[in-house]
């Protein structure tokens, strides 16, 4: 199994939607079983620029995180799909234990 994730801006769109949605719309599309996104309330990016989730922030600064537990076919087939869509998406691929107790 992997934890696959992706980072992206609130204010990335694709397709005419949030970009964090149309990846999980992707991800079911295929067969995974879940996904989750999650909202940043602070953080920098490589540019080193600090942004938190304060009244002040400008929206769309913030990061979102979207993550699935996928094997290794589903997620080189999310992969190869985002790819296709010629996006420039940052991500994360690591291998992860995963169950219920």
Known sequence: MNLLSF???????HAGKPLYEWVLEEAK???VHGGSAF???????RHGKMHEDTF????????????????????GQLLDRIHSSNMNIYYLKQK???GII
């Open 39 to 45: 909202r940043a309330i602070a953080g920098f990016g």
């Open 96 to 98: 992860a234990e995963a």
């Open 29 to 31: 599309s295929l067969g």
């Open 7 to 13: 980072y992206v801006s609130e204010k990335q769109h």
């Open 56 to 75: 002040f922030e400008l929206a769309g600064e913030l990061a979102i995180k979207v993550e699935f537990v996928v094997d290794d076919m589903l997620a």
